[in-house]
């Protein structure tokens, strides 16, 4: 049950957070087909909400090198990163990707909060034991900001996760909540009671001590200019705490911001085109035509790092 000072907190949180992410409507979101490869589509109950997500592959389900889980970031679901999902698949994996409670095609009044994902996913790999095309393939998973502090919990030994990649990824709840604020002991602890009254124990789940004791490998991925999730916050501070595990690298993007898989072009397009001209900005023009070929041109650097990352046994 909620204290009443967790109602400022939650009011908070939903002021910051949108209720529901069904996306930009002036943008498309291309399914991953539409990158030439075949999906077919799955969904499973979170609680009373049903999940809708896509199994996606080049050819088909047998064989594939493994399963890669990708976890999707805010505003919309798994569609805004069809380019990536389809990219990955090409290589030869089965990629499994859902929206989350509140997103895109799942149900859900709206996101409720920054932490349900962490419930979706404890329901999400109980119906990936009973996928017949799951069984016995090596599991990795990754995801971007919000999903790449998903992809984090995925380091529980009960989901036998091989490797994780965190691109742009916070390493809590409470510390995306306060690290733009005043982050004290007094604030950690309302907001760190707030989220376990609301979620349960797993609404704290900690990113960072997880990478701390972890024997699983994870990469971490950051643009150097990221200020969404800020990089001197979180990777630079995980540079800082964890790297004396073996098991945790790091990769830093020179001149690229919160999509550090965008290349040089796709990075100066969106900076100039969508965002200074085409999407926010008063009166804009909702027929305006994007180049979603120069928008979804990808950084050679970060994804030959995500192949080979997962390649390595």
């Known amino acids: 049950m909620l204290l009443p000072t967790d109602l400022i907190l939650e009011k908070a949180f939903r002021s910051s957070f949108p209720i529901r992410h069904d996306g930009t409507p002036y943008l498309r979101y291309p399914s991953p087909t539409s990158h030439g490869v075949k999906e077919e589509k799955f969904s499973f109950l979170s609680g009373k909400y049903r999940l809708y997500g896509s199994k ?10 493994g399963l890669v889980i990708f976890c999707h970031g805010a505003t919309a679901g798994r569609d805004a990163y069809g380019h990536l999902i389809a990219s990955i698949a090409k290589q030869g994996y089965l990629v499994y990707a859902f929206d989350y409670t509140g997103c895109m095609q799942s149900g859900g009044l709206d996101c409720n909060g920054m932490a349900q994902p962490l419930i979706d996913l404890e329901y999400f ?6 996928q017949e095309d799951a069984k016995g393939l090596r599991r990795m998973a990754i995801g971007h900001s919000w999903g790449g502090y998903i992809s984090l919990a995925c380091l529980k030994e009960k989901y036998n996760v091989e490797r994780v990649i965190n691109m742009s990824g916070f390493s809590s709840v409470v510390d995306m909540a306060v690290f733009s604020t005043k982050d004290n002991r007094l604030t950690r602890k309302m907001v760190r009671g707030y989220l376990k009254r609301k979620y349960g124990k797993i609404g704290i789940y900690d990113g960072l001590e997880a990478m701390r004791k972890t024997d699983k490998e994870v990469l971490v991925i950051f643009g150097e200019n990221d200020r969404t999730v800020d990089v001197d916050y979180f990777f630079h501070r995980y540079q800082k705490e964890v790297s004396s595990n073996p098991h945790i690298h790091f990769l830093e993007v020179k001149d690229r911001g919160h999509q550090p898989y965008w290349s040089a072009k796709a990075q100066r397009y969106y900076n100039e085109v969508v965002r200074g001209g085409v999407l926010f900005k008063d009166g804009i023009d909702p027929d305006a035509e994007i180049d979603y070929k120069v928008l979804f041109d990808s950084e050679p650097l970060v994804m030959n790092a995500i192949f080979d990352f997962f390649e390595n046994k």
Do not use: Q, S
């Open 56 to 65: 996606v592959f080049l050819t088909d389900k047998k064989n594939v090198k």
């Open 125 to 130: 790999f109980a119906f990936l034991e009973k």
